[in-house]
């Protein structure tokens, strides 16, 4: 696999029917329509799942894997359900049902993401804020947000924490407490991630901020769903809950703010939405701000494009659920570890997070400015209509593909009948 | 030598509007592959000066050039013009109303944050005619 261009978003060819409808939600203008078919091009797609949710022909989707064929590589398999599969199921499914239900699927046992949330609440307010760091601290958990500042706020990389995301503190915590109590070899268990999110997919195998991930193998959420519906029924009786009262609300935007109890926090979901904000935060037009909470998906990671539930159900149905759970209480002793985790590099993001400049038109400014001008000249003959039929998202992009040396067949086809009809007037 | 021009009009209490010029001049700087902290100091400078135009003046233009060597941006505005520029550009000063500092705007730090974000800084204003701001980068070699 070419893992620098791997991408869990991908095209069901027969499918596209070539409607132009992705061009438009892409935030990075990542698709092309080429020969009437959707192309997304690899160095800009950020995984945020926007071209799957929108399509009305079912041709986006995402790669995942089977859990099966994962299960049998592994002596031990841990299951790490979404919290968001929390919000999936009828309001009287209690969250030790699912949980059980996700176990029978054939795993051994099941760790709840809150395993990860917790730990993180627990190392950003005790530890992290304390610490002198570029402010506002921008939240690490959305994958699609990362790429997103990656290559167009490259400023704000040193803003974002650098923590790992609740699954990855859940799969390597999992990982560890099973090894020691079981005298297994960590190579010998597998941890699978039943996901909502294709970003997430992307980042397990492609990670960033860190070398290697502990999750073995993805799921996708809308795959499984009638499996474990179809397990809902078995007893729960030995399964245990962990969550509290806060840290399952982290799917759900405003909800890692509200578990860190910062004051002047800005939550802000939707990727169109969190790049307005990101562009006020560079301009430093947002004085006093202590933590930006910024998610691609609207309401949360409940909103993910692998997701079954409509998201304002599910974050009611969660919101519920935190009701009869206990209120979050640590332990000194749980958060003297929790920071050891975290300075021992176990739960933190030790790889930089790099700038990625797709952006630019050239290494040489002096060619850049030559093709900018070149662009500029472009446009002025282009009807500024932004329809999309030649196969670019905007008439700027069809511009920068034809100096970018992208497309040299394009037509613009508005122009084209202006010219033809000018013609028969004439 | 290769030189780019782009100009921005900027209009009185245009409030839908303002923010317009600056951010088209992030995103273009960004794809000539200006380093993003550059970009940044620009952007910020340019803000600043946009909004002036919007705030103070009857209107005017925001105008970028770029050259390998250089961002220069210029705001230009058709009046009233600044009385005082040294008093303007003390930090702190401000004509805005006490109501409207206390909602967190007119601190009286714009043409000072314009200067400190920028390598060349100059103001011109005559007194019921304009303000001309001209603020520039320098690029190195290699940005």
């Known amino acids: ?426 | 030598m290769e030189f780019m021009k782009y100009t921005f009009d900027v209009e009185k209490d245009d409030f839908v509007r303002a923010g317009e010029a600056s951010s088209n001049i992030k995103r273009t700087l960004r794809e000539l592959g200006i380093d993003s902290a550059i970009v940044r100091r620009i952007a910020i400078a340019t803000y600043e000066a946009e909004m002036n135009i919007v705030i103070h003046s009857v209107g005017g233009q925001v105008e970028l050039e770029i050259d390998p060597n250089s961002i220069k941006v210029t705001a230009r505005d058709r009046g009233p013009g600044i009385p005082n520029i040294e008093l303007a550009m003390q930090e702190g000063y401000s004509t805005a109303s006490e109501k409207v500092r206390e909602m967190g705007f007119g601190a009286g730090m714009g043409l000072p944050n314009m200067k400190k974000c920028t390598d060349r800084f100059t103001v011109e204003s005559v007194y019921g005619e304009g303000t001309t701001i001209t603020m520039e980068i320098l690029l190195k070699a290699g940005d």
């Open chain 1, 1 to 426: 696999m070419d893992n620098k261009y791997f991408h869990s978003v991908i095209l069901q060819e027969d499918r596209c029917i070539g409607c132009t409808s992705c061009l438009k939600v892409c935030p990075t203008e990542a698709i092309r329509l080429r020969d009437g078919k959707a192309r997304i091009i690899g160095e800009k797609c950020i995984d945020c799942g926007e071209c799957i949710r929108i399509c009305p022909n079912h041709a986006k989707s995402a790669i995942a894997d089977n859990y099966l064929d994962i299960i049998k590589k592994f002596k031990y398999t841990i299951a790490i359900p979404s919290l968001v599969l929390y919000g999936q199921f009828p309001s009287k499914t209690s969250i030790a049902q699912m949980l059980s239900a996700v176990k029978n699927l054939g795993f051994d046992e099941v760790y709840e993401a809150t395993t990860g949330s917790e730990a993180i609440t627990t190392v950003i307010a005790n530890h992290i804020l304390n610490k002198k760091h570029e402010k506002p601290l921008i939240n690490s958990s959305c994958p699609a947000i990362l790429r997103l500042i990656q290559i167009r706020f490259p400023d704000l990389l040193p803003n974002i924490i650098d923590i790992e995301t609740p699954i990855e503190v859940t799969a390597r915590i999992a990982k560890h407490e099973v090894s020691k109590r079981l005298g297994l070899d960590i190579k010998d268990i597998g941890v699978i991630f039943i996901s909502p999110c294709t970003a997430r997919v992307t980042s397990i195998r492609n990670p960033i901020g860190i070398e290697r991930s502990y999750v073995d193998g993805v799921v996708s959420m809308k795959a499984v769903f009638g499996e474990i519906l179809r397990n809902l029924g078995g007893s729960c009786k030995e399964q245990l809950v962990r969550s509290n009262s806060s840290s399952i609300l982290w799917p759900i935007i405003g909800g890692q703010s509200r578990a860190l109890g910062i004051e002047n926090y800005l939550a802000v979901d939707g990727i169109s939405e969190v790049i307005k904000v990101l562009e006020e935060i560079e301009m430093d037009k947002l004085d006093g701000l202590e933590f930006f909470e910024g998610v691609a998906c609207l309401g949360g990671c409940v909103g993910g494009p692998l997701t079954i539930e409509n998201s304002f159900i599910s974050r009611n149905r969660i919101r519920t659920l935190a009701k009869s759970l206990p209120p979050a209480e640590y332990s000194k002793e749980y958060i003297d570890n929790s920071i050891k985790m975290y300075e021992d590099g176990l739960i933190r993001l030790t790889c930089e997070i790099e700038p990625r400049s797709i952006m630019r038109l050239d290494n040489d400014i002096t060619k850049s400015i030559k093709k900018m001008e070149m662009i500029k000249e472009i446009l002025k003959y282009l009807p500024g209509l932004d329809c999309g039929v030649c196969g670019a998202p905007t008439c700027k992009a069809f511009a920068e593909d034809i100096v970018r040396g992208e497309n040299p067949r394009s037509v613009c086809l508005v122009k084209t009948m202006e010219n033809f009809r000018n013609k028969k007037r004439n």
